[in-house]
């Protein structure tokens, strides 16, 4: 950021008064910018034994595969969000269950929410923002080619929870350390 | 926004190619600064049959009581955040015990999440951000001098959820129509 959006003048990185960090302050107009996580908003949606995941056809990880899920747009609920993203990326309507995985993702200030839903039909289909949508049994998971540790992190929990069918909350924060890795905040509260 | 942040240009509201929403979209270098929900993250602390209450010295709704909870800042989990913003608010330091609500906010475009937590010891304080903190029995809640709806909503919960011991987490979805009601998303999902 070097200029205000507001005025147009220049930014520069100060503290505010009766703040502990640098922000963006406008030279000219005083405002303050501040800049904040955002939250993405996606499903793992479960049709029978099987789950639903995409092939990407778009940057970042072109061609790998994952859950359908996107950045939660102003004026709509995360649960909202991670519908509209389904039947954007999916062509598929589901019913949310639970929701399932909250990942804090430090190194890119994101949020990661993500909610087990049921596919009630197997109707789905590629879109401008998916090359191939298809369901996958548990033994043919595409390991090696999904798109993010979040997405791998989900399907691993999934498959785990699915033996007692008790699908509790799970909370994860990574960083770029164990960006691979499921972190030692893994886990659930409860 | 009237200005781009990166170049200085004049910026307009479009809907950029793939997308199907209007954005603001820099007219001299292309820059598409997408704006999303903020996270609002915080504590209710409670202390044996007590739950911690935070007078605001600042505004919006000062000289209310509200629970410890502000906006998550880049490079934190949301764990983190809420920790943060109560030893900031009340001088506290707590454990966290389980995510307990998820308010979407819609017409300020915020997502409050609240974990329920336990206060060890008695040990806390007013700081720059709370004229007095201090512990509440059920009976001596401030109900009608409470700073925000999705704080009435996350006690009314608490006190409800206490006589089972049950604390499932709660999904909310808040507007300008239904803000000082419980609305009908409310509820668990399980």
Not at 78 to 84: D, G, I, K, P, Y
Request: glycine share 6%; proline share 6%.
């Amino acid at each position: 950021m070097k200029y205000c959006s507001k005025c147009g003048a220049v930014v520069e990185q100060r503290i505010p008064p009766g703040d502990n960090r640098h922000r963006y302050v406008c030279n000219a107009c005083h405002t303050i910018h501040y800049e904040n996580p955002r939250i993405i908003a996606g499903c793992l949606p479960v049709y029978h034994n099987q789950v639903l995941l995409c092939r990407r056809a778009i940057e970042p990880r072109y061609g790998l595969w994952t859950l359908p899920a996107g950045f939660m747009e102003n004026g709509e609920s995360t649960e909202q969000a991670a519908l509209r993203e389904t039947l954007e990326e999916a062509n598929a309507t589901v019913m949310i269950r639970s929701l399932y995985t909250v990942t804090s993702i430090l190194h890119v200030d994101q949020v990661q929410m993500i909610y087990l839903a049921e596919l009630p039909t197997p109707s789905f289909s590629s879109s401008e923002e998916s090359l191939e949508v298809r369901l996958f049994n548990e033994e043919d998971i595409p390991w090696d080619k999904l798109a993010f540790p979040t997405i791998k992190n989900a399907l691993k929990f999934y498959f785990h929870d699915r033996k007692t069918g008790q699908f509790p909350l799970r909370h994860i924060a990574l960083s770029l350390g164990n960006e691979g890795e499921l972190c030692s905040e893994m886990g659930t509260h409860q």
